[in-house]
């Protein structure tokens, strides 16, 4: 079956510290690759998206992931994190079978300490 | 602002009842999701219909339903609630470029 695991379901960070949040997902045929983000109280937005090209993509934010095809991953990075940055952050995956059908991952609490 | 409205945002009813959550999605967009957020289960996918017809099926109860109408806008039908029905369900659309969602409609059942 189709799943999206995200590696760690809590992280905790100061300021300025960088960040990374693994996804990974099984599903051997073409995906389009996602990342949410709920801030708290708030509903999910999109931060970025990856289709096709350039592997490594850029959202809002200051936020970038890098879809490694060999390794299934798509993976959610940030140099320098703010206290603003404190949410819930979602990787989903759509596979290309014509089926539309989003598949989420559990989410990672970022918790960021000022 | 998403573009996706859900009503109601608050909704608190007791067990056995049925309720009906209602989403307008983006203009334009076919496809129309439910989600269910709760806390020990994180973000499921119950069922997707694209322009009136059912696209794919997730863990969606029995007691649950839904249905997408001409207009667009999808209506998700919970009955004989449960206490642990009680969670934030959401509505997105999506027009092939990524999912919008709306602000979720809370529902608890007490």
């Known amino acids: 079956a189709q799943s999206v695991s995200q590696h760690n379901h809590h992280v905790i960070l100061s300021e300025a510290a960088s960040l990374e949040l693994g996804c990974n997902y099984s599903?051997?045929?073409?995906?389009?690759l996602f990342w949410y983000v709920q801030y708290p109280g708030q509903h999910l937005q999109l931060l970025l998206k990856?289709?096709?090209?350039?592997?490594l993509v850029k959202g809002i934010k200051g936020f970038e992931a890098e879809f490694i095809k060999s390794k299934f991953s798509f993976n959610l990075r940030k140099p320098s994190v703010q206290w603003s940055d404190t949410a819930e952050y979602f990787c989903a995956v759509t596979p290309n079978t014509g089926g539309f059908k989003t598949i989420f991952g559990a989410g990672t609490r970022l918790f960021v300490k000022a | 602002d998403s573009g996706v409205t859900q009503t109601p945002k608050h909704l608190i009813t007791a067990t056995g009842q049925r309720v009906t959550l209602r989403c307008s999605p983006r203009s334009g967009d076919l496809s129309v999701y439910w989600y269910q957020q709760s806390l020990d289960q994180g973000l499921q996918f119950l069922i997707q219909?694209?322009?009136?017809?059912?696209?794919a099926k997730g863990n969606i109860l029995e007691r649950f339903s839904a249905q997408q109408f001409p207009d667009l806008h999808s209506e998700l039908n919970l009955s004989s609630l449960e206490l642990g029905d009680s969670a934030l369900y959401f509505c997105?659309?999506?027009?092939?470029?990524?999912?919008?969602f709306g602000q979720g409609t809370r529902l608890t059942v007490v």
């Open positions: 219909y694209y322009n009136g017809e059912e696209r």
């Open positions: 599903y051997g045929g073409t995906v389009n």
């Open positions: 997105a659309s999506s027009g092939g470029t990524g999912a919008f």
């Open positions: 990856y289709f096709s090209g350039d592997p």
